[in-house]
Every structure is written in structure tokens, then in C-alpha cells.
């Protein structure tokens, strides 16, 4: 069976840090693009990031650019998100996911869901004081 798990959710401080893990098992995802998603209490679920199999293209919601790092080890087969910087708004259910058709750019499909095959069941990130 083929999943993702996430890990590394808690409850962090405004301004404060936390890094999240996903791992996977029943097969390698080196070769797939790896993506973050998010759905806060009454939202739907949206993009975050995405890393491309290689590492050569990234993709940053504008609401975390320049807050929030997303890297992988293809050695290891995990991926990262490292959140700094947090808001409140940032609490949400943040969802692993891996695709191996995503495309890049302009006119690319990394931001939307509905192109990845695998979804990890998600780790819980409260920001609050």
C-alpha cells in the first residue's frame, strides 16, 4: 500500500518556527514532484509549494514566499517544508502530496490538487499564543 505520512505539526508561537516531514512507503517518490497543501478550519484546501523531482523548480504561494522553505532528499525519498515566521493565519491541516505529471511555469499544474496522485493524511499546525 502506497502512502505518505506527515509529521513535525504541533503548536508554535506567532513568529515562531516548525519543520514538516513527509515520508513515504510502498514506493519511491524520487521521481515525482512534491507539494505541499493546506486547509484551515472552514477553508478549502489550497496550495502551498511544490518541488520539482529534480529540485531544479520551486513554486511558493505568494502568502508564504520569502517565509517558507520546501526541500527534499531524494537519498532519503522525504521531503521538507520549513515554516518561519509564523502567522495565525497560518494554522491549517498541511497535506503532503506527490505527483509525477505536474508541469512548471506559466502555464503550469503545480498549484492544483487535482494533479497529484498521492496524498499523505496531514499533520495539524496551530499558531497561536
Known amino acids: 500500500q502506497v502512502q505518505l505520512a506527515e509529521s513535525g505539526g504541533g503548536l508554535v508561537q506567532p513568529g515562531g518556527s516548525v519543520r514538516l516531514s513527509c515520508a513515504p512507503s510502498?514506493?519511491?517518490?524520487?521521481?515525482?514532484?512534491m507539494a505541499w497543501f493546506r486547509q484551515a478550519p472552514g477553508k478549502e484546501r489550497e496550495f502551498v509549494a511544490v518541488?520539482?523531482?529534480?529540485?531544479?523548480?520551486?513554486d511558493y504561494a505568494e502568502s508564504v514566499k520569502g517565509r517558507f522553505t520546501i526541500s527534499r532528499d531524494n537519498t532519503k525519498d522525504t521531503v521538507h517544508l520549513q515554516m518561519t515566521r509564523l502567522h495565525p493565519e497560518d494554522t491549517a491541516i498541511y497535506y503532503c502530496?506527490?505527483?509525477?505529471?505536474?508541469?512548471?511555469?506559466?502555464?503550469?499544474?503545480?498549484?492544483?490538487?487535482?494533479?497529484?496522485?498521492?496524498w499523505g493524511q496531514g499533520t495539524q499546525v496551530t499558531v497561536a499564543s
Open positions: 518541488m520539482s523531482y529534480s529540485g531544479s523548480s520551486t
Open positions: 502530496a506527490a505527483g509525477d505529471h505536474i508541469v512548471f511555469g506559466a502555464y503550469g499544474t503545480d498549484r492544483q490538487e487535482d494533479e497529484y496522485d498521492y
Open positions: 510502498g514506493r519511491t517518490f524520487s521521481s515525482y514532484a
